[in-house]
């Protein structure tokens, strides 16, 4: 996997176990019709998940997908570019 790709992935993973607080990943997912493999894969920064379970998972915390990309953005380092020039 690409080394950015990896950056990005980890960010996502960090924001998600962030905003999921104290509750399980059982709990979570089963309040909001999410896998909870797909979860556990988002959590661990194992696979980059769907566009539809970014949003998915955005509306789980009651937020717009546009804000968690932003909070995931804000976790990546200055300059951060996916694509080298």
């Known amino acids: 996997m690409n080394t950015n790709k990896k950056i990005i992935l980890k960010a ?33 920064a194992m696979k980059d998940p769907q566009l539809t379970t970014v949003f998915k998972l955005a509306e789980s915390f009651n937020i717009k997908a546009s804000d968690l990309i932003k909070q995931i953005e804000e976790l990546l380092p200055k300059d951060f570019q996916l694509i080298d020039k």
Do not use: P, W, Y
């Open 12 to 44: 996502l993973a960090m924001q998600v176990k962030k905003l999921r607080g104290n509750k399980s990943q059982f709990i979570h997912a089963s309040e909001n019709d999410i896998s909870t493999s797909i979860l556990s894969t988002v959590e661990r």
